[in-house]
């Protein structure tokens, strides 16, 4: 069984930084791929950023692009998820989710089906 396990959120004002992190446990090999979810009352999921699992290629949903940054500590099985110059557009859970060996190699997918594994979730507020 796998765990993932977000934290981080918090309520930040306009213009503020968080950072989310998303820590991996359990029956988890190494080659995964982690991408970061989100998503608003009713609005439908957002995919906001993936990063691979051994080569570093990441991907970002256009609205985040140059404010949010995805890394990976794989000592620590641990992804984190920057995130700067924050609007209140970004209100949301923020979920992590394992692509558990990824779907396809050498990349990461910015579609949520294809993920294995979720965490729970960790809520962003962005509000003055």
């Known amino acids: 069984q796998v765990q993932l396990v977000e934290s981080g959120g918090d309520l930040v004002q306009p213009g503020g930084s968080l950072r989310l992190s998303c820590a991996a446990s359990?029956?988890?090999?190494?080659?995964?791929?982690i991408g970061w979810f989100r998503q608003a009352p009713g609005k439908e999921r957002e995919a906001v950023s993936c990063i691979s699992s051994t080569n570093g290629v990441t991907f970002y949903t256009n609205s985040v692009k140059g404010r949010f940054t995805i890394s990976r500590d794989d000592a620590k099985n641990t992804v984190y998820l920057q995130m700067n110059s924050l609007k209140p557009e970004d209100t949301a859970a923020y979920y992590c989710?394992?692509?558990?060996?990824?779907?396809?190699?050498?990349?990461?997918?910015?579609?949520?089906?294809?993920?294995?594994?979720w965490g729970q979730g960790t809520q962003v507020t962005v509000s003055s």
């Open positions: 989710a394992a692509d558990s060996p990824p779907t396809i190699s050498n990349t990461c997918v910015m579609f949520g089906h294809y993920y294995d594994y």
């Open positions: 359990g029956d988890i090999s190494d080659d995964y791929a």
